[in-house]
Every structure is written in structure tokens, then in C-alpha cells.
């Protein structure tokens, strides 16, 4: 199920075509995409467009779609939850997530990852969502924290941007810490 979610102050809806400009501007940055596992350096209007593209052609999988975190029309970040095969040591839907640098430290990452969540909980994805962030990417970790993820262990894992392989923490939640930290 494909749907707007929305938060106190964001809305979440599936991405769309024209969304590849403004993604190219938030994404084109080191500081973003340097924490990140898979997309290209440097970051062109060109990826942009391919990735936009990818997740639109998808639009009616959640697993496969991405949405917009939007703040008052404008979009702000992305996240999605994917199943993947080449990620094998994710033996469940991955949440993925960034924002553009302006907009950190607000809070909007704990709220978009909480309401798409439970939109996610709710669609019958499944009862366990896994994520992980590198080892030195506090912020992400602490944003997993809040939301019920536990740690399972540490991986070193290929970080195309860097171009090598680093230290890689991978986090599971179940439905019934999600549903305990939301009390
Ligand atoms: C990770 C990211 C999404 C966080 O978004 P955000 O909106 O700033 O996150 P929030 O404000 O909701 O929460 C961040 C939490 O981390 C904490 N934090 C931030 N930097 C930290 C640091 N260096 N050390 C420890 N904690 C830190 C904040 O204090 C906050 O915790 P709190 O609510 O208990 O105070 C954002 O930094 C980002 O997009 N980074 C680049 C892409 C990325 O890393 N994506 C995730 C890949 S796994």
C-alpha cells in the first residue's frame, strides 16, 4: 500500500518525476552522501534523474517506491524501505533515510521514521524492519535508537562514495519495540 503519511509538521508522499532536480541539490553533497552505502560520487543531475526514475516506475510497491519528506510543500530529504537482494545480511525490509544538510538537528528524522513506520507496521510489511548505519554515523544510530532498533552485530560493508569497505553496525526492529518506544 502507496500512501501520503503525515507527521506534526512533514508529509511523506511517493516520489515524482519532477522531484529529480531538487534531489539533485539536496543529494550533491559529500556531507550526505559520504555516510551512505550505495550512490555514486560525484552525485549528477543525471543520478538524480535515474534514481527518481527507478522509484517512480515503482510507485505502487512500497518496497520498492521512495517518498519525499516534505516540509510545507518542499522536499526536504527521502526515505524508503526496500527489500533487497543484494544486501543479504538484511534478511528483512531495510529502512533507508537521509535529509539535506539545512535541515538537520530539528527533530524531522525521529518524526518522519516514526509516522512512516507505522505506515509501514500498518501496510502488513512485516513484524521485523532492519537498518544499520556506519559506525561513525551517530546521528543515524541515535535516530534508530529512539525508534526501538537494537544492534545485531557489526559488519565491514563496500561504501561506494568512499570507495572502500568500512565498519558497518546493523540494527533489526520488531513491531513490539516500535509499538513499546511509541507509549
Ligand atoms: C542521520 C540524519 C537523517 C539525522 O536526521 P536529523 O533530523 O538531524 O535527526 P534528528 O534530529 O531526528 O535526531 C538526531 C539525534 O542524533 C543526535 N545526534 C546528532 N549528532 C550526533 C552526534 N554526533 N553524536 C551523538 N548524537 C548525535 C541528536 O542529538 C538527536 O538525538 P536526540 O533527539 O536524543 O537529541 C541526517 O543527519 C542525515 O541525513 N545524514 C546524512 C545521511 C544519513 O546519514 N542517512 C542515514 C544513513 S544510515
Known amino acids: 500500500m502507496v500512501d501520503v503519511v503525515r507527521t506534526q509538521r512533514l508529509v511523506l508522499r511517493p516520489l515524482a518525476a519532477s522531484d529529480a532536480d531538487r534531489v539533485h541539490t539536496l543529494f550533491n553533497n559529500w556531507n550526505v552522501i559520504r555516510r551512505l552505502s550505495s550512490p555514486p560520487w560525484p552525485y549528477t543531475f543525471e543520478d538524480a534523474r535515474s534514481f527518481v526514475g527507478h522509484k517512480t516506475k515503482n510507485a505502487r510497491n512500497l518496497t520498492k517506491t521512495g517518498y519525499a519528506i516534505t516540509r510545507d ?103 513490539a519495540s516500535f509499538k513499546a518506544t511509541a507509549a
Open 73 to 175: 510543500g518542499v522536499l526536504i530529504g527521502g526515505t524508503d524501505i526496500r527489500v533487497s537482494d543484494s544486501e543479504p545480511h538484511h534478511r528483512s525490509p531495510i529502512l533507508g533515510f537521509w535529509l539535506g544538510e539545512d535541515y538537520w538537528g530539528q527533530g524531522y528524522m525521529s518524526e518522519s521514521a516514526r509516522g512512516f513506520l507505522a505506515h509501514v507496521f500498518n501496510a502488513g510489511v512485516g513484524d521485523v524492519i532492519c537498518s544499520g548505519a556506519s559506525a561513525d554515523n551517530a546521528a543515524s544510530l541515535r535516530v534508530q535508537e529512539k525508534l526501538g532498533f537494537v544492534r545485531e552485530g557489526e559488519t565491514m560493508m563496500f561504501a561506494k562514495p568512499r570507495g572502500g569497505e568500512f565498519p558497518h553496525i546493523n540494527t533489526v526492529l520488531t513491531r
